[in-house]
């Protein structure tokens, strides 16, 4: 395996106070099944548009953003986002609707585009149980995703972004995944890939809140079934590389226990059509996000898809950047082989692997550290990952090895200092 090396990369200088994106609840209630999925689905359970305004005040008081992600459940069955959509607009953030886009026709997406919707990002993966595309392999789901990224291409003006679960069986097609939005480079601007994560009971640690035993099996993301929940961001790479053997993320956000673990792992590549000239490199991000915030005051979320469009315009950052540099060589190369190549396009797209929580052996908790998917609860800002545990217990649980939690029960001193050398509980 070829290992990622994190001083080789910029760290996104996202934070807890100054992020890129604010993660929104909305509701509760979702249309289709979602293996793993991090919230229980809960029919009608939506929030009144009074409770997201005020946690859109707190967002606004506690947390600067660039724009809101609007979650659930499935945030189209909610009946007032439209105006959801517009009220985020109005406040001058950049709406983006998570879904599934079950409930997503062309009138309904025209009616959120003037509402003022920025962009989607729509979840389709082949452990979904939705109907008409059961068992459909991650490939064959690509005429799915097509079909919203034509649908948004010709409403125009929309941000178009897909995320997929990985699974220890999915994993083999990430790099044809990234083949067909190379394909669909002009409509499709954004790719993440999430490590699949579930806390498997009856292993070695047991759950707690304060010194109080808890049974995490009524969460919605416990599960007693044997499963490969510890994929790596650095295996996605390798597997990305059988393909594409240059591919080179860029930028990075680190765990809050593992400084050397990838939680969010960024790739920004150029290309049209016809292929992959290359890949930006740290200093390409650094300019990026530092200028953004400079200009704006704001980390940049997600660019408007007339700004992707300029890639050319970017090579002008050759003379900073070592990855833009051999970009600008292959671009010119490609205009000596063909001249006519001087009046194609060349687009950015991004490609992002987010690693959720890992838990170590000491039971510590390594989540991502300045996370953008900060959500609210009782006027803070939570794990939005780990939101259940808030709903069901108050706050997030801690996680002790057996033999520790034998000790406590036993009332072994030892047991009881080692307790307390477990990393507190990371709400």
């Keep these: 395996m ?8 910029f760290r996104l200088p996202w934070n807890l106070a100054d992020n890129s994106i604010s993660w929104l609840e909305i509701t509760q209630a979702c249309n289709i099944y979602c293996d793993g999925c991090y919230r229980e689905n809960v029919p009608g359970q939506h929030k009144s548009l009074r409770e997201i305004r005020h ?20 945030p189209l069955v909610h009946p007032d986002i439209v105006e959801i959509v517009r009220d985020i607009h109005d406040r001058g953030l950049k709406p983006i609707i998570n879904t599934n886009g079950a409930a997503l026709t062309s009138e309904f ?8 919707v920025f962009g989607f990002t729509f979840h389709i993966d082949s452990h979904q149980k939705r109907p008409h595309w059961k068992d459909k392999t991650e490939l064959e789901l690509n005429e799915l995703r097509l079909h919203y990224a034509e649908m948004l291409a010709r409403e125009g003006g929309i941000s178009c972004a897909f995320n997929s679960t990985v699974y220890e069986d999915t994993l083999q097609y990430v790099p044809q995944m990234l083949e067909w939005a190379r394909e669909h480079i002009d409509i499709v601007h954004v790719m993440v890939f999430i490590l699949f994560r579930q806390a498997i009971l009856d292993q070695e640690y047991d759950y707690y809140i ?3 035993k808890i049974d995490f099996a009524e969460l919605t993301y416990a599960t007693r079934e044997e499963r490969v929940v510890d994929i790596t961001a650095p295996v996605v790479v390798d597997e990305v590389r059988k393909i594409y053997p240059d591919f080179s993320p860029c930028a990075f956000l680190n765990g809050t226990e593992d400084p050397d673990t990838y939680k969010w792992l960024l790739t920004t590549r150029f290309g049209n059509r016809r292929g992959i000239l290359g890949y930006a490199g740290p200093k390409f991000m650094e ?9 704006t005051g704001k980390y940049l979320a997600y660019a408007h898809p007339r700004i992707l469009k300029w890639g050319k315009l970017t090579l002008l950052l050759w003379p900073f950047d070592r990855g833009v540099r051999k970009v600008l060589g292959a ?12 009046f194609k396009g060349v687009r950015t797209q991004s490609i992002m692997i987010i690693q959720p929580i890992d838990i170590g052996e000491d039971g510590s908790a390594n989540m991502c ?28 649980a801690r996680f002790v090895p057996r033999k520790v939690a034998a000790d406590l029960r036993d009332g072994n001193g030892d047991g009881v200092q080692e ?8 709400a």
């Design 55 to 74: 946690d859109l005040d707190v967002f606004s008081r506690l947390r600067r953003a660039d724009g809101i992600s609007i979650a659930g459940g499935d």
């Design 419 to 426: 307790m307390e050398t477990v990393s507190e509980d990371v």
């Design 210 to 212: 304060g010194d109080r």
């Design 287 to 295: 300019i990026v996000q530092n200028g953004n915030h400079l200009f």
């Design 331 to 342: 671009y010119l190369k490609s205009v000596l082989r063909n001249p006519l190549n001087l």
């Design 109 to 116: 997406l025209h009616e959120l585009k003037k509402a003022g």
């Design 2 to 9: 070829r290992t990622l090396d994190p001083t080789k990369l």
């Design 369 to 396: 550290d300045g996370c953008p998917d900060m959500t609210v609860w009782k006027d803070k800002l939570v794990w939005s990952c780990r939101l259940e545990e808030q709903l069901h217990f108050g706050q997030n």
